[in-house]
């Protein structure tokens, strides 16, 4: 029985050492050498404090802000912990409600907007925690965002133009635009 056990234990051991210890030491310390913002969050500051992450939506509901995609995750919006969409199918009744509502709040937010609502904007992403919009759902709001911040138009689309990222290698993935980059640097001209 001594002869089953002891190796069984060495090996249990050593493999607990190099999963648990020296593996993730590595991979963190490669991460951290080869991708130093993405392995520390890619955390966005303002004035020497973070104010979130450009990898992770936020919530914003005031109208001189540009509001995210909506998030599916729960008990709370954006919760990293809880990644995921909602899984509603596109005939479930509870979907169909969602996004009526989320229509009515865009809506009510800029009730002489007569553009057509992007599908982003009132549908969440498959994460449940996307920190980007299309550039179509940034122009829709503009108007919005320049008449509650008391901003010129172009000023407003200039900063949206800024913000754009381009798809991946040209061709991968969609344009885009970080909202929480995006709204930080409205507060910034909104000082001046």
């Known amino acids: 029985m001594k002869t089953l056990l002891r ?27 080869a991708f130093p913002d993405q392995a520390s969050g890619s955390l966005v500051f303002r004035d020497g404090k973070p104010v979130g992450s450009a990898l992770i939506g936020q ?29 509603l199918g596109p005939l479930n009744p509870a979907l169909t409600d969602a996004v009526k509502t989320r229509i009515d709040v865009l809506k009510a937010g800029d009730p002489t907007n ?13 994460s449940g925690l996307d920190p980007h919009i299309s550039l179509a759902a940034a122009h829709y709001q503009a108007a919005r965002v320049a008449r509650a911040r008391g901003l010129a138009l172009v000023t407003v689309q200039s900063l949206i133009a800024t913000h754009t990222q ?7 993935g969609e344009v885009r635009v970080n909202v929480l980059a995006l709204n930080l640097d409205l507060d910034r001209v909104a000082v001046r």
């Open 7 to 33: 190796p069984a234990f060495v090996l249990f051991v050593l493999m607990t050492v190099l999963t648990g210890i020296v593996y993730p030491l590595a991979v963190t310390g490669i991460a951290k050498a």
């Open 59 to 87: 919530s914003f509901s005031d109208p001189k802000y540009f509001w995210s995609r909506p998030s599916a995750t729960s008990p709370m919006p954006y919760n990293g912990l809880s990644s995921g969409g909602s899984n």
């Open 114 to 126: 007569a553009l057509p609502i992007p599908v982003d904007l009132v549908t969440a992403s498959a």
């Open 166 to 172: 381009d798809r991946w290698l040209g061709v991968l």
